[in-house]
């Protein structure tokens, strides 16, 4: 491919020296920012650079420029962490961030507002207490997903063990990374162009791959990771406690553009089973096929999904067979049966007589307001030492605790303010949201801030309806990008623009099916009388057991838009409906 044809970003990668660009002598240069082409390599070491949008306008008016700090992300494989090393992040969030820290919904940690001259302290950190940021963000594999969970037989069949260590194969190996953050000084002189020292990418090559790439492991049963949204999915079949093999799911991936429908979420697809002595390989060739034959042209056109939704899972299998030099077994869809997506949240007994308690983290987000989550969870790991896990819902997983410390940890979370498991309401339980304002720079809505109200809102709602006890689904991300995974569940509402939102229904809170949209440009305030009428019909109507998720989807989007809306596709239109009373969306 020409170099005239390749995006701009591949250019600068091809330009960037194995990610060291001009990073060391612009670390150094006393600005508060980095320049274009180093944001992108900075992502490869964990970085975004933002600024602060809540004073975007107004520090315009007064003739400044945007009030810059980054988004630095720590990238945990499997979501497990040491107390110590929790002591450490938590400590470093008062030192170099904003107080917080944010659990992402990959099972890693992001600190936000770090400014630049702190960059070297929080990542040198890290580093030292063996959490790195490498590869957390950038054209690569991203964090690995794994169910958390350390109840006995998923312990048993190691998962985690083997996530740490298909990550360890799966990370760059540029020595850029430690020299800029580890060991400041050599990266500052270090200006040997690779090739002089030798220096490869043996999985990635010099431009690394088209776009991110996302690989979840998930445990046989219980869909926790959302494992049919990553580029890689892998379930092991299990029998006596021994992994015999893993289903290898490629193509998934959520992010989309408003209005351009060349961009779709879509869900992996089951592409073969191998044994465990050839997983890796499997990994590493698919891995491969992406590098070499995704579009390096078009990054709104990059994922493997798209590779997999043109080729077909035919041309695939050859592909990946031939780089192999072998066949691979086909896989068998109906072999992967779920039977629940567990949030692991409260009480749980481990293998080893043990303990776990799993403490729900509203948005991912670890602070201290009128819960003093921060504070109540650094008590408990300070006194009890627990492991952590983070979950891919955002929450945490406190491990490892005795019998008889049960009573004082939960003293501990009530002293805090901390609700136990039992005192959540059930669609707060499950809600999820993105950061988006003011830090995402892609946000065109409210996620976060926003949403514990229409989550209090909703539950109300179903209160009133005389369904409080419904568990519904329902995930807010402030654009379509996905970031909260809000097309595989049952209610997703994404940011379209200034406090308006698309709302999809009809997904499954297993996650193995994608939601379709059902109104569009729906204000903040609006979304939960739309979903009223849908909610009382849902009640009158539901057959057996069946979910609002599995309602919608079994009437359809189609049906219900004409059986409760009245749409337009003229804004106005739908301004005026809304003065005088009438329930209108535009779709
Ligand atoms: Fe994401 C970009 C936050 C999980 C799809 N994501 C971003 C950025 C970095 C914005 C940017 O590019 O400038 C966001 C930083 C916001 C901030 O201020 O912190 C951001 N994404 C997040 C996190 C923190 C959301 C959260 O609530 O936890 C998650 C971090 C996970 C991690 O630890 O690695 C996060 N992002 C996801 C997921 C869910 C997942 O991976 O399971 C998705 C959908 C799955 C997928 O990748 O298809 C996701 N993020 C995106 C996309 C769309 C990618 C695409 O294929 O189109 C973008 C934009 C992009 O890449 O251009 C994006
Ligand atoms: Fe930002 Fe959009 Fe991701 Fe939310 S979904 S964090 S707004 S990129």
């Known amino acids: ?144 997903m794994c169910c958390p969970a350390p109840l006995a037989d998923r312990e048993r069949a190691d998962l985690q063990h083997l996530t740490r260590q298909l990550s360890r194969h799966l990370k760059p190996a540029t020595p850029a990374y430690w020299q800029l953050w580890v060991d400041g000084e050599r990266a500052a002189s270090a200006v040997a162009p690779p090739d002089q020292e030798g220096e490869v990418e043996p999985l990635y090559g010099p431009t690394y791959l088209p776009r991110k790439f996302k ?16 580029d890689i999915g892998i379930v092991p079949r299990i029998a006596r406690d021994q992994v015999e093999s893993f289903t290898i799911l490629v193509g998934g991936g959520l992010g989309m553009t408003h209005n351009k ?48 939704a043109e080729w077909g899972l035919q041309r695939f299998k050859a592909e990946l067979e031939q780089r192999l030099g072998r066949p691979v077994e086909p896989a ?12 692991h949240l409260g009480w749980h007994p481990q293998q080893d007589g043990r303990w776990f308690l799993g403490v729900r ?10 819960v003093r989550l921060r504070a109540g969870l650094r008590r408990i790991v300070e006194r009890f030492r627990p492991e952590i896990r983070f979950t891919p819902r955002q929450d945490v997983l406190l491990c490892g605790i005795r019998e008889g410390d049960r009573p004082a940890v939960e003293a501990e979370l009530r002293a805090h303010r901390i609700p136990l498991v039992t005192e959540l309401a059930p669609v707060a339980r499950h809600a999820l949201a993105c950061p988006a304002l003011p830090t995402c720079g892609l946000a065109l809505a409210e996620a976060e801030r926003v949403f514990p109200a229409v989550v209090d809102r909703l539950q109300t709602e179903l209160e009133s309806l005389g369904l409080a006890e419904e568990a519904i689904h329902v995930r807010m991300t402030g654009c379509p990008n996905g970031c909260a995974r809000p097309y595989s569940t049952e209610i997703g509402l994404v940011g379209r623009g200034h406090d308006k939102y698309t709302v999809f229904l009809g997904g499954d809170a297993h996650g193995t099916r994608l939601n379709a949209p059902y109104a569009d440009h729906v204000a903040l305030d609006d979304v939960v009388d739309l979903l009223r009428p849908l909610l009382a019909a849902y009640r009158h109507e539901r057959r057996d057991r069946e979910t609002f998720g599995d309602y919608c989807h079994r009437v359809g989007a189609e049906r219900l838009r004409q059986r409760f809306a009245v749409t337009t596709t003229d804004r106005r239109d739908h301004e005026r409906s809304r003065r005088e009373g009438r329930q209108s969306v535009s779709i």
């Open 1 to 144: 491919m020409g170099d005239q044809q390749v995006s701009k970003v591949e250019r600068i990668k091809a330009a960037g020296d194995l990610l060291r660009g001009t990073l060391a002598e612009e670390l150094d240069n006393g600005e508060d920012r980095f320049g274009g082409d180093s944001t992108q390599l900075l992502k490869f070491h964990g970085i975004y650079q933002q600024d602060d949008r809540d004073v975007r306008k107004e520090r315009a008016k007064r003739g400044l420029g945007p009030d810059h700090s980054c988004m630095v992300r720590a990238s945990i494989p499997g979501g497990r962490l040491s107390a110590e090393q929790y002591l450490v992040m938590d400590r470093l969030a008062d030192d170099v961030g904003n107080g917080t820290l944010r659990v992402t919904t990959r099972q890693g940690i992001q600190y936000h507002f770090t400014r630049k001259g702190d960059l070297r302290t929080l990542i040198g950190t890290l580093n030292a207490n063996l959490v790195t940021t490498l590869a957390a963000c950038g054209d690569v594999v991203r964090n690995l």
């Open 215 to 230: 690989v979840g492991l998930a445990y046989p049963g219980d869909n926790c990771v959302d494992v049919y949204t990553h």
């Open 261 to 308: 429908p060349s961009t779709y979420p879509r869900l992996g697809d089951p592409l073969c089973v191998v044994p465990p002595a050839e997983l890796l390989d499997t990994v590493k060739a698919i891995i491969g096929i992406q590098r070499d034959h995704g579009d390096r042209r078009d990054r709104k056109h990059a994922r493997l999904k798209y590779l997999v």
């Open 332 to 343: 068998d869809p109906g072999a992967l049966d779920w039977e629940r997506t567990d949030d």
């Open 361 to 370: 983290i509203q948005n991912g987000r670890v602070e201290d307001g009128q």
